[in-house]
């Protein structure tokens, strides 16, 4: 192994807002060009200079904090169901309106990272079939094909935030616009950009017995006669009064709703069955541990991450052997990104204590809470319940210092 200085590729470029075109177009086209570590025995990286093992740690570090998105039996039945909802729409010849489709679950089970892979995989093939040109371009309009939109919800939504939330993305002016003006600009620029999908994440951050309900219904009933295909993403979907109180089809797995009875029926009762009508309803579940299948499944993703953890011991087992599948299913209740959180914490300290294994002892030292996913909104229901854990107590030690750069010095001796 030579002891030549590593490069630093791994450092992060500038923070990707997918909120906007800009963003979302490089989000998709550099989402796979990230390079992990190198996998090194600890007598490889012994023979590194100090520099080049500071340099590698760090690259382990960011290796360990870019865990790559594993596909699940659940991500790739909601992925597919996403991607044909969006493809029936997009080659559909007819003028009415298109069906939608809603992603439903608890928080941190990967539903965003889940739709905007489909919907990446879908602009990219749109772009392709048309030689990445607007085939409905349209004179004195932006040269700008964007045939996905994604955007977030503000906290405290409102039908008015949501549109400039839309029209953020393109970049469009939209200063001292009324709500009507709002929703009509936001159905001109969907088709001057030939936009097919349009995705709107943390959808139940809309409060519906706040006293524009009316509003939100009409909002959502304008954009479903846009010519693109409406993906609504949220926690709790189907009683969060978008739609009304539902029960899943134990056999089909399909949300269904009682019918609308005749007596006292109000507006808002009659949109949402419009709705229900409109949209199909698909669930992104956790992994359970109580069948045979889920077992196998779980293992599987586990064995997966096994092949993207870089400790100087063999990781192959690490999170697979033994009753460590049925304790990581315990901390983390199945929950993908309550998992993500725990090995990225156990790894930071296998390499800090150089003990450079995950075990269950190490793991024990942690506790994850929601202050540990900040981007998800405790008052819209967004951060995933997880189970309770009493951290046990390790003695301190001295500052750790695996992480610090040797400075001026070890990068001259290290050439």
Known sequence: MS??????????????DRTTWEGFHRW???????????????????????????????????????????DTPMSERVAHAVKARVEEGA?????????????????????????????????????????????????????????????????????????????DFYGEDYKGMRLEDLVRTVKTVIVEHATKALVIDDITRLKLHREADQ???DLIREMMSM????????????????????????????????????????????????????????????????????MEAWIAHLTGLEGNIRLLNDTKGMLTSGDMPEYLHKRTAGVVGVLEKLLQ????????????????????????????????????????KIPLHEPEEKKPRGRNTVYDDGGPDAAASAG
């Not at 990286?45 to 080049?52: D, H, I, N, P």
């Not at 269904?256 to 579940?285: C, I, M, T």
Request: charged share 25%.
């Open 3 to 16: 002891s030549k200085p590593r490069t630093t590729s791994f450092l992060p470029g500038p923070p990707v």
């Open 28 to 70: 998709y086209q550099t989402r796979e060009d990230f390079i992990p570590a190198p996998v090194l025995t600890a007598e490889q990286f012994a023979r590194l200079s100090k520099r080049g093992r500071y340099l590698h740690n760090l690259h382990r570090l960011a290796t360990h904090s870019s865990l790559p998105i594993q």
């Open 91 to 167: 080659f559909s010849h007819k003028a009415g309106t298109r069906g939608g489709i809603m992603v439903n679950g608890d928080g941190a089970q990967g539903k965003t990272e889940t739709v905007c892979e489909a919907m990446a995989l879908f602009a990219e093939e749109w772009l392709s079939i048309n030689n990445y040109l607007n085939p409905d371009a349209m004179p004195g309009t932006r040269d700008l094909v964007a045939p996905v939109v994604y955007v977030r919800c503000p906290v405290k939504a409102t039908p008015i935030s949501t549109c400039q939330r839309i029209l």
């Open 215 to 217: 509003d939100v219904l």
């Open 227 to 294: 010519p693109g295909t409406l993906v609504l993403i949220g926690v709790g979907i189907p009683t969060s009064g978008l739609l009304r109180e539902g029960c899943r089809d134990p056999k089909t797995r399909e949300w269904v709703y009682p019918p609308v009875k005749d007596r006292g029926r109000s507006p808002n009762d009659h949109a949402a069955s419009q709705h229900e009508r409109r949209f199909q309803v698909v669930d992104l579940d956790p992994f359970r541990y109580t069948t045979g299948k889920g």
């Open 345 to 384: 914490r156990g790894l930071r300290i296998a390499i800090e204590d150089k003990s450079e294994r995950l075990t269950k002892e190490l793991l024990n030292q942690i506790t994850i809470t929601p202050g540990d996913m900040p981007d998800l909104d405790a008052g819209s229901g967004e951060q995933p």
